[in-house]
T-cell receptor
């Protein structure tokens, strides 16, 4: 009963093109969403987040879009660079739920091809 | 700041043995989280502490798992006895507050401990 789902285990994109990573959630109480990036043998690092009061947040080459009605968010990376090759985790939180942990998806392995 | 420090980086042990994973959070962070990463389930929250007090351990898989935080700078996750299905990467993370800013949730993860139980 995964509450945060990343249905694509892997994604291959050519360098310079746009990478789009998708995430779906089932818990309507989630109101903060985050993306983490993970390189092999390292811990996840925070990339970008969005509050449910917004539908878009942009930081340089990274943009996160939130569609609350569809319970869907996506991460756009443009242009994609070789250093973007990593596993990307989508995470969510219910800020009013009294619990402080994040719920993560299983991750999508992004491969940027030269 | 050295970040969140976990030890050991790798642990190989035989089934039935006791395993202890260690974590030093970032100084000043109030929250400490233990996560486990597997291919099947991704990143799962096992337990977290606030000001050294365990708040939610509902993610701990069974009684073989226990965690302690004797002080603000140290936490352990113990598995006794260990089983092959415990093989995974275990991450520790710390955070200064529930929400640092409206759009940034300040979790910092350690590099993880890769546990293999044979």
């Amino acid at each position: 009963d995964q509450q945060v789902k990343q249905n694509s285990p892997s994604l291959s994109v050519q360098e310079g093109r746009i990478s789009i990573l998708n995430c779906d959630y089932t818990n309507s109480m989630f109101d903060y969403f985050l993306w983490y990036k993970k390189y092999p043998a390292e811990g996840p690092t925070f990339l970008i987040s969005i509050s449910s009061i917004k539908d878009k947040n942009e930081d340089g080459r990274f943009t996160v879009f939130l569609n609350k009605s569809a319970k869907h968010l996506s991460l756009h990376i443009v242009p994609s660079q070789p250093g973007d090759s990593a596993v990307y985790f989508c995470a969510a939180k219910d800020s009013g739920g009294g619990a402080d942990g994040l719920t993560f998806g299983k991750g999508t392995h992004l491969i940027i091809q030269p | 700041d050295a970040g969140v420090i976990q030890s050991p980086r790798h642990e190989v042990t035989e089934m039935g043995q006791e395993v202890t994973l260690r974590c030093k959070p970032i100084s000043g962070h109030d929250y400490l989280f233990w996560y486990r990463q597997t291919m099947m389930r991704g990143l799962e929250l096992l337990i977290y502490f606030n000001n050294n007090v365990p708040i939610d351990d509902s993610g701990m898989p069974e009684d073989r798992f226990s965690a302690k935080m004797p002080n603000a700078s140290f936490s352990t996750l113990k598995i006794q006895p260990s089983e092959p299905r415990d093989s995974a990467v275990y991450f520790c993370a710390s955070s200064p507050a529930t929400f640092v800013q409206a759009t940034h949730y300040g979790y910092t993860f350690g590099s993880g401990t890769r546990l293999t139980v044979v």
